[in-house]
Structure formats: structure tokens, C-alpha cells
């Protein structure tokens, strides 16, 4: 596994920014940059790993706004 110094700083922001119910055009990237491209994966494994969690511990996690997330 990679350490954290190995990954770029705009994953872990797109993770925050779906873990406080941002949506996929917050992404202050062009998204077919590679910064985008970071941002968008950080936001898309936490929300694999919230769907994860209401599929296994209870109630849903809200769905981020202005997309068709799977949390829902």
C-alpha cells in the first residue's frame, strides 16, 4: 500500500469533500486534468466506502448533490 506522502494532497480533498455531502462539481479542476483527475478518485472511494457502510451498519448516507450517487 502507498503512503500517504505518495498520494497527492487533491485526493484527500475530494474525499472531504464527499464526506461533508459535496457533489462532483465542486471539483475545483478541469476534470480531465490530473489534479481533476485525483480529486475525482479521493471523491468517488469515499463514496464506494459510505455506500459500503450503509450497506452494512444501517440508514444511507445522504446522497451528494447534483449526482447520481449510489449512497442514497
Known sequence: MSKRSDIPDDYYDGRECRQNGG???ANP???ISIKGAWWLAGFNDMDMEL???????GPAAPPAPGTSSLAA
Do not use: D, R, Y
Not at 455506500?51 to 451498519?57: I, K, P, R, V, Y
Open 51 to 57: 455506500t459500503h457502510e450503509t450497506q452494512t451498519n
Open 23 to 25: 457533489g462532483k462539481l
Open 29 to 31: 479542476f478541469s476534470a
